[in-house]
């Protein structure tokens, strides 16, 4: 089992920007792959980036060029640049092992992109 634990988001303008971290404890796996997800109101769960524990990153198109995706051990990071309004969503860290499939969700953080 990985307990996530997520910190970071808010209330930002549009063309600011915001960090998110989530630091992963428990039974850590080498194979382990961590990453974000968002959903807003209405809308199933969005996939927004993931990391590697090689630290191949790859991103949705949709934050592609203005996200950045992190990972120092078992925290993973997400810096969030040129915010736009339709990012406003609650963000879940993901964690899953590679070699299992077995997954974990933080409990989500409220980012908030308006003027």
């Known amino acids: 089992q990985v307990h996530l634990v997520e910190s970071g988001g808010g209330l930002m303008q549009p063309g600011g920007s915001l960090r998110l971290s989530c630091a992963a404890s428990?039974?850590?796996?080498?194979?382990?792959?961590m990453g974000w997800y968002r959903r807003t109101p209405g809308k199933q769960r969005e996939w927004v980036a993931s990391?590697?524990?090689?630290?191949i990153r790859t991103y949705a198109a949709s934050v592609k060029g203005r996200f950045t995706i992190s990972r120092d051990k078992n925290t993973v990071s997400l810096q969030m640049n040129s915010l736009k309004p339709e990012d406003t969503a609650v963000y879940f860290c993901?964690?899953?092992?590679?070699?299992?499939?077995?997954?974990?969700w933080g409990q989500g953080t409220q980012v908030t992109v308006s003027s």
């Open positions: 428990g039974s850590i796996s080498s194979t382990l792959i």
């Open positions: 993901h964690a899953v092992n590679g070699a299992t499939g077995f997954a974990s």
């Open positions: 990391i590697t524990s090689g630290g």
